[in-house]
């Protein structure tokens, strides 16, 4: 900030103390003066066009992102539903194999008891 000043400050010597008309030098002043604001406002401009460039840039990967750990999430949701299903049945088919054998037991002895 203390550089703008000091250009700023320069300048205005320099046309104060040049040999011109004082009407020429305030509008030559007045001139330099709006250019040096239109510049500035044009690397304001350019400055925020690349700061919301790069939070557009910014927020695409966060999408991005996001929607790989989304589907990762389902991925591994399907996956781990899955494997408690084929668990559950394999449990559920081995109770049901044990209470069939159970009952071939339990008849088997009824049958070896049985008087003709």
Same mark, same amino acid.
């Given at each position: 900030?203390?550089?703008?000043?000091?250009?700023?400050?320069?300048?205005?010597?320099?046309?104060?103390?040049?040999?011109?008309?004082?009407?020429?030098?305030?509008?030559?002043?007045?001139?330099?003066?709006?250019?040096?604001?239109?510049?500035?406002?044009?690397?304001?401009?350019?400055?925020?066009?690349?700061?919301?460039?790069?939070?557009?840039?910014?927020?695409?990967?966060?999408? /991005?992102? *996001? %929607?790989?750990?989304?589907? #990762?999430? +389902?991925?591994?949701?399907?996956e $781990?539903? &899955?494997?408690? =299903? /084929?668990? *559950? %049945?394999?449990?559920?088919? #081995?109770? +049901?194999?044990?209470?069939?054998? $159970?009952? &071939?037991?339990? =008849?088997?002895a009824?049958?070896?008891?049985?008087?003709?």
């Open positions: 900030m203390s550089f703008l000043k000091g250009v700023l400050t320069g300048l205005a010597i320099g046309y104060l103390t040049a040999p011109r008309s004082g009407k020429e030098t305030r509008d030559k002043l007045s001139q330099q003066v709006n250019d040096l604001q239109n510049q500035w406002d044009e690397g304001v401009a350019q400055v925020k066009s690349q700061i919301d460039n790069l939070v557009g840039t910014a927020q695409d990967k966060v999408d /991005q992102y *996001k %929607n790989q750990a989304d589907q #990762k999430f +389902d991925q591994y949701k399907e $781990a539903n &899955s494997s408690y =299903n /084929q668990n *559950k %049945n394999a449990y559920n088919n #081995k109770v +049901d194999d044990a209470a069939d054998a $159970a009952k &071939s037991g339990i =008849n088997k009824e049958d070896a008891l049985k008087i003709s």
